[in-house]
Structures are given as C-alpha cells and as structure tokens.
C-alpha cells in the first residue's frame, strides 16, 4: 500500500462560473466557485439533481469551458488549451466513466478498453499488453471477446473502468458510476474504485447522489444550487 | 485500420434497416439502368445505320409513294454507286399483336446494299429465284418457329388481301446491334399483283435506299438528288440513312424526355431515402460519438466513421444494382421482345451507377456528420438515445 502523504492540488477551481443558454434565457449553473483537489484525493461531490454536478465535473475533465475563471490541472490552464490541445490533453492525463456505461456496442471488451489507445501511437503489441493488465485489474481477462450485450451491466461497468485506467492517467472522473447498478455490482465497482485510488494513487472525483456511494470516497462536497459547500 | 473495422460493424448494426435501404438502392439503379437500355434501344437502328447509306422519299411525307421511274435518274447521278427501292408493306401476321416490320423490296440490290443482314450464297439464291419467297430475321424465325419452305401468310392493310409467301432464307446480323427481327420479299410480287388489282398504285415506291461511292461526299449526294427532282410532281427528300431513322424517332422525343427525367427523379429519391437512413443512425448515436470525442477522437476521424458508413451502404448497393441489372434485363428484354428487338445492357451505364453512388453517398453523410461533430460533448453525452 502506497504513503498516503499530502501532495499539493492536482486541481485548481478559481472563480469558475458557468450558465447555459436557453431560448435566449440565461439559466445560471454554477456561480464562482473556487477550491482545490489534492494529488491522490478521492472526493464525492454530491448534491440534489440538477445542481450542477455534471456541469463542474465536465469542466475538471476538459470536456467543457467555464464562462469565466480559470482551471489548472497538474499546473496546465485547460481553459486556454485549443480544442485539438483540449482532446490530446484529455487522452492522456484524464479518465472517464459515466453513469450508462458507454461502451461501444458493436467492439468486444478488449477493443473498448483498447480504443483509447489507438491514439496513442503505441504498437499492436504493447497495446494488447495494456489492455490484458487493464482488463486483469478489473477481474474480467476471461470475458475480453465479449460484447457489451453480453456482459452484465455491472461487467459492462468494471469494463468502462478499465477503458477509463488503461492510458494510466492521473485522474479519474466518474459521474454516478453506480446510478444504473443493483447494490452488490455497485458495491463492486465502489471497492474497484477505492483500490486505483489507494493503490495506484489515481485522484478520484466522484459524483453520485448516493449516500452509500459517497461514504467510500475519503472527502465529502455538496453543490447546492450552484454553490459548493 | 480501426476506423475501417468500425464502419463495418456499424453498417450492420441494424440489419433490417440497412437491408433495406439497399435493397431500395439496388431497385433503383436497376430501374435506372433498364429506363437508359430502353433509350439506347430506342436509338438502336439509328447507330446500326450505315454512314454510306442515304434514303430518298417523297417530299410531302412518307406516306405519299415516288414513281420507279426515278431509280434510273437517281443511278446517274454522280456519286451513287447503288440503288435499291422498296415499299413499307405493313401486313398482319394472324393477330394485330404479333407485330414485326414488314418490307417489299427489290432483292439483289437490297441485300447488297444492307450487308449487316447476313444470308448464305445458297439461301440468297433461293430467295432471289423464288417471286413469293421472304426472308426473315433469325429473332423472328426462332419466335413463330419458321423453318426453311414454310408457306407464311399475311394479311394486308396498306395493300389489302391475303398474300402468302415462303421462307427462303434466315439472315443472321453482322452487329450486335443488328436487328434480326425484319421480314423481306419481293418487290416485283407486290406490284405485279397491284397492276391487276389497283393499277393506279402500280409502279410507285415508298423509298429508295441509295449507296454512294465516298460516305464523306454523301451530302453533296443528297442534294444532287434532290435537285433533279425539284419542281416535279413528286419532290424529293433525300437525307443519310441516320437522320432518315431519327426522324422517326423525333417523334417519341417527349417520351424519352419524359423517361430521362424519370431516372433522374429515382436518383433523387435514393438520395432521400440513403439520407434518411444517415441522419437516423448519426442520430442514435450521438452519446456514442461523444463517447468518442472524450476519449480524444477528433474531427476528422469521426467524419470518416458517417462517411465511411454512408458509403458503404450506398457501393453495396451499386455493386449488387450492376451484377442484377444483367438478369432484369434479360427478362425485360424477353418480355418486350417484340417492340425494343435490340436490348443491350451499355456497359457505360455503369459509369453512372458508381457516379450517382458516391454521390448519394456523400451527399447523405454531410448533415449528419456535421451535427455530430458540431455538438459539445457535454450535450452529446446527456443525450438519452
Ligand atoms: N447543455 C445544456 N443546455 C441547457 N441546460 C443544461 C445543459 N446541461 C445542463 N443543463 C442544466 O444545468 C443544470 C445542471 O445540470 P447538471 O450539471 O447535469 O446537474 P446534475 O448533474 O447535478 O444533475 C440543470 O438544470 C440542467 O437542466
Ligand atoms: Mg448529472
């Protein structure tokens, strides 16, 4: 087991705001929120639905752009980055699991956890490596020629996991990664969770509106209406 | 490599729908390519008619007859080599519906002339030396299953009566495009019987057919023919054997435009039905492609899956439309045998079957790849199916 010594912030939130635009109506989303993310921290972000929780952690993950403020992530401004500096930033410091899954139907698990890598330029081979270890990780090497249709939703779940850590990034982001699972497979996925972070040292930005969920994580935030508390 | 297996999978995602719209694709390529075979058909006698050959007919129309007294004045001319003549006979064979062109010609000229119609030394012989001997077309013979020494009858409505004749000779074509569908006799029978029936319409012709020695001097030909019958009772109206056959055709003019603009509309109509197909499945699959672009996936790569997919679709369907339009139209040429003797598919048609593909293709992809790459991620991603 890893030293769990405090590094500094992974992640710096300054005066970040965001709204969207509605038939020419502006709805407010989140309205300068400010804080920081240690390096190896797990930490839930809960809330009531609609609160914004989706919209912060899109922003951290660099799949979206504040309105205004600045975020830093392992020192780099990812709100000045272009767009194609955006995605190659993303592919490699940032992974991602969502609430559906979202693996690709017509590709067996291994090509899914594959697919990020293909942008990487490593060989056939190194690549085949990293998806056995990945799927290894995830306890799923005998289900890897598998579709998703055929996989339960908590394997399909484990698999999105092992897309999310096969490219080795930094940090996780998972937004209600256990909303569409029953209790053990949630459960599951939890202590999958909490081993990348104890044992890989992965930073883990939880969202979930589950108390059950959040009480893994080692660090609690509530976003009400737009404000973090 | 990726992106090629990945379009792959994705084109037979949806079998039903995809078998569909490729099968609507294959209908209406091959309902193209029959449409532009029946146009080529249609033009068939004009391109199998020979650059050397002029016909000289009555200047009023066709209707009216030319005096035989004419074949002499016309072989002086300078610049002929041969004349022949004949009449559009336009006899009935049992039934209105078993129709085929029917011709009184003057044999030895006629077949000289007309080398593509193919006849035996034996055959020609016996067609020359018999007066009520025909020769028809290998089509035709096979059809009503003539064989050589049987007696045919048929019944007149431009010369009344009942005539008989019998097979003397089966021509075969020299050309591909050679109708073998043609039925001959003897001009002499014909206006032998009219001098005891009908004097008054002995001795005319419906055409002379005029071989000349330079095809690149035929014009001149023509109207040195014409000029020595200008201001006599039956003018003359000379022109090549090509425009001669398009004159005919003029008439059906409308109707071809009318067919050309049909197969432009089917193009039309696989362009909506492909482009449907497109924005539904880009549609369904927008938290996929969103899916993609968090990972890193750019642009281009994604714009490749559409298009990729797109066209798959639309060049399974070419290949399928060509290797089936040989047997749609073997039976549509069987089945309308008797009006479009000359059913050829032109390989050429082909050229237009992967143009309008590819064109189908493309143009069905650029909405859909356009909104796909234009959404955020962050909205692609909250999209529920
Ligand atoms: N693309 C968008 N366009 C318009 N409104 C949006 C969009 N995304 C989110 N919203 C709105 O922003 C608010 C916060 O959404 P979200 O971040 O998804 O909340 P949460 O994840 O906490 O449920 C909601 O009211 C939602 O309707
Ligand atoms: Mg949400």
Redesign the interface.
């Known amino acids: 087991m890893r030293d769990m010594e405090r590094k500094g912030p992974i992640v710096e939130i300054r005066n970040i705001s965001k709204s969207y635009r509605r038939d020419s109506q502006n709805i407010p989303v989140l309205e300068d929120i400010t804080f920081d993310i240690g390096e190896g921290e797990f930490l839930a972000l809960m809330g009531p639905s609609g609160s914004g929780k989706s919209t912060l952690l899109n922003l951290i993950a660099g799949l979206d752009r504040p309105d205004s403020g600045t975020i830093r992530v392992g020192g780099v401004d990812i709100a000045s980055l272009s767009e194609s500096g955006l995605a190659r930033w993303r592919a490699s410091h940032v992974g991602f699991i969502f609430q559906f899954y979202n693996l690709v139907p017509v590709l067996t698990a291994f090509e899914n956890v594959e697919l990020p890598l293909l942008l990487s330029g490593l060989s056939r081979r190194d690549r085949r490596e990293h998806v056995d270890m990945a799927l290894g990780l995830v306890n799923l090497s005998d289900r890897m020629d598998h579709y998703p249709s055929q996989l339960s939703g908590g394997q399909q779940q484990r698999v999105a996991i092992a897309r999310a850590v096969v490219t080795d990034p930094a940090i996780l982001v998972a937004d209600e990664p256990t909303g569409d699972l029953d209790r053990v497979s949630a459960e599951d996925v939890l202590g999958l969770m909490d081993r990348l972070n104890r044992e890989l040292g992965k930073t883990i930005i939880l969202v979930t509106h589950d108390p059950l969920a959040a009480g893994r994580a080692r660090m609690t935030r509530h976003l009400v209406k737009g404000v973090l508390t | 490599m990726?992106i090629l297996k990945?379009v792959l999978?994705?084109t037979f995602?949806h079998t039903l729908r995809t078998s569909l719209t490729i099968l609507s694709i294959i209908i209406a390529l091959v309902a193209f390519g029959l449409l532009r075979t029946v146009i080529n058909s249609w033009y068939a006698g004009v391109d199998a008619s020979s650059a050397s050959r002029l016909v000289t007919r009555n200047a009023i129309s066709l209707m009216f007859p030319l005096p035989l007294s004419y074949r002499d004045k016309i072989r002086a001319v300078d610049g002929v080599k041969t004349v022949s003549y004949g009449n559009w006979f336009g006899g009935i064979y049992k039934d209105r519906k078993n129709f085929f062109a029917n011709f009184a010609v003057d044999p030895k000229t006629y077949f000289q002339l007309n080398n593509e119609f193919m006849l035996t030394p034996e055959e020609h012989d016996a067609f020359i030396r018999d007066r009520k001997g025909f020769v028809a077309g290998r089509k035709l013979a096979k059809k009503f299953g003539w064989k050589i020494g049987d007696s045919v009858p048929l019944e007149g409505t431009i010369f009344p009566g009942s005539w008989e004749f019998v097979l003397r000779g089966i021509y075969k074509g020299k050309e591909k495009n050679t109708d073998e569908s043609l039925f001959f006799f003897h001009w002499e029978y014909l206006n032998e019987t009219l001098r005891k029936t009908m004097p008054l319409r002995a001795d005319k012709v419906g055409f002379y057919m005029v071989g000349v020695k330079d095809p690149a001097r035929a014009v001149d030909v023509t109207v040195a023919i014409d000029r020595i019958f200008k201001n006599s009772l039956a003018e003359t109206l000379t022109e090549t054997e090509k425009a001669f056959q398009l004159s005919f055709i003029s008439m059906s003019e409308a109707v071809i435009i009318a067919i050309r603009l049909v197969s432009l509309v089917v193009i039309i109509i696989i362009m909506a039905v492909a482009a449907n197909t497109m924005a539904m499945t880009v549609r369904e699959r927008t938290?996929?492609y969103a899916?993609?672009?968090?990972?890193?996936?750019?642009a281009f790569r994604i714009t490749a899956m559409i298009f990729g997919e797109s066209l798959l679709i639309t060049m399974t369907g070419c290949v399928l439309g060509i290797v089936l339009t040989y047997p749609a139209a073997g039976a549509f040429g069987r089945a309308l045998g008797d009006y479009f003797p000359i059913f050829v598919v032109d390989n050429n048609i082909f050229t237009v079957y992967v143009g309008a593909s590819l064109l189908v293709g493309v143009t069905a992809a650029v909405l859909p790849a356009w909104k796909a790459i234009r959404i955020?991620?962050?909205e692609g991603?909250?999209r529920?199916e």
Request: glycine share 10%.
């Open positions: 990726f990945l999978r994705n995602r938290r996929e899916v993609f672009k968090t990972l890193g996936f750019g955020t991620i962050a991603l909250r529920i």
